[in-house]
């Protein structure tokens, strides 16, 4: 099910022409928009090129935070591998780690109990509004609207409260693993997270109170930074900057995984496709995160939270004490990890910036003979230029904001 953001003020037609600014120019000036640059959500260098103040074309450089993770993980156990893609979109760690344990689990042939399959879930939306917080604190800064940076961190916080608590860790909690999650929540997360989903209800209102009846807000969003639908299909533009575009690709209803086919909830899309429609599709997912939260909460089935399968799952704690077997295989795992047969899987999650994919290859070792992650900030960037071109250099910067890049997905 889709639905499209019924958004009040719809006069967003605003072409930037030389007369509009009261003057011509015949020089074509290039200039660096980084690779420091506090608008550019990392180290991106934008080679510009302008007239006067009009955008005429952008070439996005990138390799400046190359970490060389995917071949890194060539070297290590496969239940070594998740710490490191887990930091390559640093914001949306969970997603990473959910891909690649996809993809293995794949090639394992192994099944997720439906406790721990849920729990993904719960912890997957709430990264994906964690993420979407810390984009509108960010993006709204780059636009001048300070107050949000303020808000949207402030709130980001109570969803890594809860990271901490199932985890023990607010960042790269290393959570799932292949065969379900580490450990169960403790008690005290069910109400906490209730006590979270009521809070951002509200939040969410208090959001678009500030911003969707602030006129420069409007006017700096409305209008900005459109591409036509076709052209974002072309060049494999996925995320909210599709459904932005009034596009309703989202794989958690075209490839449902982990149970997402159980939950109750819409996918927002835009009818413009600009600027303004990509914030306010990103808000809308965000309380459509917190449904989907709520129902994985009413309906969280018993049972176990990881595979019963020793040979690829730790052993519980307790276990190790009392049996020879499970020590064994405790050894094993720790010192050789498991196997997994020779072949190839490529799984995909719909992560807050659109379609992350991630391709293992198996040679029936240990550890991976090569892993490749499609990340859709690197994708996603390629539009970029369509986006800005014909605009002027300020709303380039809100283009930039919108478009909500990750560079540790971009160089990995």
């Not at 344990?101 to 109990?113: G, K, T, Y």
């Amino acid at each position: 099910m889709t639905e499209a953001l019924d958004v009040p003020y719809r006069e967003r037609e605003r072409s930037v022409t030389m007369e509009s600014i009261g003057e011509e120019h015949d020089e074509l000036l290039t200039i660096n928009i980084g690779p420091h640059h506090p608008a550019t959500h990392g180290v991106l260098r934008l080679l510009t090129t302008l007239e006067g103040e009009i955008v005429r074309d952008v070439t996005p450089i990138v390799g400046y935070v190359h970490t060389g993770i995917e071949k890194s993980c060539e070297d290590q156990q496969y239940w070594k591998v998740i710490p490191f893609v887990e930091r390559m979109d640093y914001l949306s760690y969970y997603f990473n780690a959910m891909a690649f344990c996809l993809a293995v689990e794949n090639l394992l042939d192994e099944e997720v109990p439906p406790r721990a399959q849920w729990l993904r879930v719960i912890h997957l939306e709430l990264n994906r509004i964690a993420s979407h917080l810390f984009w509108i604190a960010t993006g709204s800064l780059d636009i001048g609207a300070i107050t949000m940076l303020w808000w949207g961190c402030r709130d980001r916080d109570l969803a890594l409260d809860l990271f901490e608590m199932s985890g023990g860790q607010r960042f790269h909690t290393r959570y799932f693993q292949v065969g379900g999650v580490i450990e169960d929540i403790p008690p005290g997360f069910e109400e906490m997270t209730r006590k979270f989903i009521k809070t951002m209800y509200t939040r969410i209102e208090q959001y678009l109170s500030l911003l969707d009846r602030n006129e420069i807000w409007l006017q700096r969003t409305k209008g900005t930074g459109i591409v036509p639908l076709e052209t974002l299909l072309e060049l494999g533009v996925t995320g909210p900057l599709l459904r932005a575009a009034g596009h309703p690709w989202d794989l958690r209803k075209a490839m449902p995984d982990s149970g997402y086919e159980n939950f109750d909830f819409t996918v927002p899309v835009g009818t413009v496709g600009d600027n303004y429609d990509r914030f306010r599709v990103r808000v809308e997912e965000m309380r459509q995160s917190l449904r989907i939260v709520e129902q994985a909460l009413d309906g969280l089935p018993e049972g176990p939270y990881i595979t019963a399968n020793r040979k690829v799952a730790l052993p519980p704690r307790h276990e190790l004490a009392t049996s020879m077997e499970a020590l064994i295989h405790h050894f094993k795992l720790v010192t050789e990890g498991f196997r997994v047969p020779a072949g190839e899987s490529y799984a995909a999650v719909e992560s807050p910036r659109g379609e992350l994919g991630c391709y293992v290859l198996a040679d029936g070792s240990s550890k991976p003979a090569r892993v490749h992650v499609r990340d859709p900030s690197f994708v996603n960037l390629q539009a970029l230029p369509e986006m800005a071109r014909g605009h002027l250099l300020a709303d380039f910067i809100t283009c930039v904001a919108m478009l909500d890049p990750i560079l540790g997905g971009v160089d990995r």
